[in-house]
């Protein structure tokens, strides 16, 4: 997608009605959308036309950001259901109760907390961002099939390029350092989306493994987890450098609904440093595309999750 100079630039509801179509008919999950981006995603596909199945951890937050959707699209079709991506019982619940969807958008996340764990016992950042992602993929994984163009859409973050998988201490047990540990996870959502592409593809199946990032976009996510000295950092710096949500969600959105998108691409914000802007294919970090990196993920992923699926390299 070509850059347009600024003065030509619309706003990011004036953008997406001149570059998707209608989705009516086609089924969304969206996880986390009861705000931030997701919730500017679940805006946009119902303002297409689709069904979108809204997952929130806490019930209220969802029902309130459903309400609104509600009251500026009275038609719309906005289905809530509860998923606490810290609990994979919660995330198998959450997949078995999903009868058909089109396109997942692996959208929840958590950013820089303090060393916190999931029911599992897993280090947070991995076990939400990427672990229960890779389970809802996988568990979800006949369901897409089925569909006439079913994509997976995983959000990364332009972190993901100071990344490093820690194999020898995934959950932070000797040295957790919460950026550290956030490049971790959005890394992992990289080389995770990249290694079911060529799984996908070398099994021959129709399903579109995509990836997004938002560049530097002001959501809740920079005030629910960093603490200290570095929330007030970030509270700074979203005033004055990051862009809005309804911007920063483009390019997960068009990933999503696209009709160019290809499986294995990678959508980013077309600004400098993809930090904002509208949506334009962005290279990963060279070490993402790696097959051994892939292949050792993807193993560690199902022993640690217990979700497999005979879907050979």
């Known amino acids: 997608m070509s850059k347009a100079s600024q003065a030509e630039r619309p706003s990011a509801?004036?953008?997406?009605?001149?570059h998707l179509s209608t989705q009516v008919g086609r089924v969304y999950v969206v996880?986390?959308?009861n705000s931030g981006l997701g919730l500017e995603t679940a805006r946009a596909l119902g303002a297409?036309?689709?069904?979108?199945?809204?997952?929130?951890?806490?019930?209220?937050?969802?029902?309130?950001?459903?309400?609104a959707l509600r009251a500026e699209q009275p038609d719309g079709n906005f289905d809530l259901r509860r998923l606490d991506l810290a609990d994979l019982d919660s995330v198998r619940e959450f997949a078995s109760g999903v009868e058909h969807v089109d396109v997942l958008v692996?959208?929840?996340?958590?950013?820089?907390p303090p060393r916190t764990l999931t029911e599992q016992g897993y280090e947070l950042q991995f076990g939400v961002n990427h672990l229960a992602h890779f389970a809802l993929t996988i568990l979800l994984f006949n369901t897409l099939t089925r569909s006439e163009d079913?994509?997976?859409?995983?959000v990364s973050?332009?972190?993901?390029?100071?990344?490093?998988?820690?194999?020898?201490?995934?959950?932070?047990?000797?040295?957790?350092?919460?950026?550290?540990y956030y490049s971790q996870s959005k890394l992992a959502n990289v080389v995770f989306a990249l290694e079911l592409h060529r799984r996908l593809r070398a099994n021959g199946f129709a399903l579109r493994s995509v990836?997004?990032?938002?560049?530097?976009?002001?959501?809740?996510?920079?005030?629910s987890g960093p603490t200290g000295v570095g929330k007030l950092i970030l509270k700074v710096t979203n005033k004055v450098m990051a862009q809005d949500a309804a911007m920063g969600a483009l390019p997960q959105i068009y990933a999503a609904a696209g009709a160019d998108v290809e499986s294995g691409q990678f959508w980013g914000p077309d600004g400098r440093n993809e930090s904002k802007g509208f949506p334009t294919l962005v290279e990963p970090l060279d070490e993402a595309r790696d097959r051994e990196l892939g292949k050792r993920l993807w193993d560690s992923s199902e022993e640690l999750t217990g979700v497999h699926i005979d879907l050979a390299p």
């Open 31 to 33: 996880t986390g959308a």
């Open 106 to 112: 692996n959208n929840a996340g958590v950013m820089m």
């Open 48 to 67: 297409l036309g689709a069904t979108v199945i809204m997952t929130a951890r806490d019930t209220a937050k969802g029902e309130a950001a459903v309400a």
């Open 211 to 223: 990836l997004a990032h938002p560049g530097y976009t002001a959501t809740n996510l920079q005030s």
């Open 150 to 154: 079913p994509r997976v859409v995983t």
């Open 13 to 18: 509801a004036d953008w997406i009605a001149g």
């Open 157 to 180: 973050s332009g972190l993901h390029k100071r990344g490093r998988i820690h194999f020898e201490d995934l959950h932070g047990e000797h040295g957790y350092h919460r950026t550290k």
